[in-house]
């Protein structure tokens, strides 16, 4: 089946700093991608759609010079936080679909603790 | 606006029994709905694929179902087994649009 992969798995940072995430989809194209985070015990919440070749669209609430998507490639999407702070710490994952459904597949996922 | 909602949000069931997990979404005019299961610490994985067109599908112990109608879906595990524990999330995407919307899950734990 379809494989979405993410690096890093989890990263611990300092205040202030800036960390990158990688999403990749291994063996089909995606010319979308969507970045999602989830808090415990809670369901993923989206925040933004990475267009390859564009902007990306970001959620309501969603602070775009906070998280800065780059969708460099037909198969690389890239998350930054800037300026890391205590309360982004969070699980973030991603996810592409494929094929006319339209079928989504999600990367495991990245840890973010921000100390 | 589309919402999902599953039911129950947990549910705990001896293992060998086969059960039913509910979601069901306010507007039918969705593309697709996805069933996916998410373990602890872990992303998701995609379990079951159903098309606005379609009524149903299987895969192995899991059968899925599609009422567009009446904005209802349901996921059928046959046979349960302790490494079912997991989250189950539904998620339906919106004809027109490129997003899922999640239901909250149900958390299913499987007693030996």
């Known amino acids: 089946g379809a494989v979405v992969s993410q690096h890093p798995s989890w990263v611990i940072c300092k205040s202030g700093t800036s960390v990158k995430i990688e999403c990749r989809s291994l063996?089909?194209?995606?010319?979308?991608m969507f970045w999602y985070r989830q808090f415990p015990k809670q369901s993923l919440m989206l925040m933004a759609t990475?267009?390859?070749?564009?902007?990306?669209?970001?959620e309501q609430g969603v602070e775009k010079d906070k998280f800065l998507i780059n969708h460099a490639s037909l198969t690389l999407s890239t998350l930054t936080v800037t300026s890391a702070h205590p309360e982004d710490s969070s699980f973030y994952i991603c996810?592409?679909?494929?094929?006319?459904?339209?079928?989504?597949?999600f990367g495991p996922g990245t840890r973010l603790t921000v100390t | 606006k589309q919402e999902v909602t599953q039911i129950p949000a947990a549910l705990s069931v001896p293992e060998g029994e086969n059960l039913v997990l509910n979601c069901s979404f306010t507007?039918?005019?969705?593309?697709?709905l996805q069933w996916f299961r998410q373990d602890p610490g872990k992303g998701l994985t995609s379990l079951l694929l159903i098309q606005s067109s379609q009524r149903e599908q299987t895969s192995g112990r899991l059968n899925a179902s599609l009422d567009k109608s009446s904005g209802r879906s349901t996921l059928y595990i046959a046979a349960s087994q302790p490494g079912d524990s997991a989250t189950y999330l539904c998620a339906v995407l919106i004809q027109g649009a490129q997003k899922l919307v999640f239901g909250q899950g149900t958390r299913l734990t499987i007693n030996p």
């Open positions: 990475s267009n390859e070749g564009s902007k990306a669209t970001y």
């Open positions: 063996d089909f194209q995606a010319t979308t």
């Open positions: 507007d039918s005019a969705i593309y697709n």
């Open positions: 996810s592409a679909p494929r094929g006319a459904a339209y079928e989504q597949y």
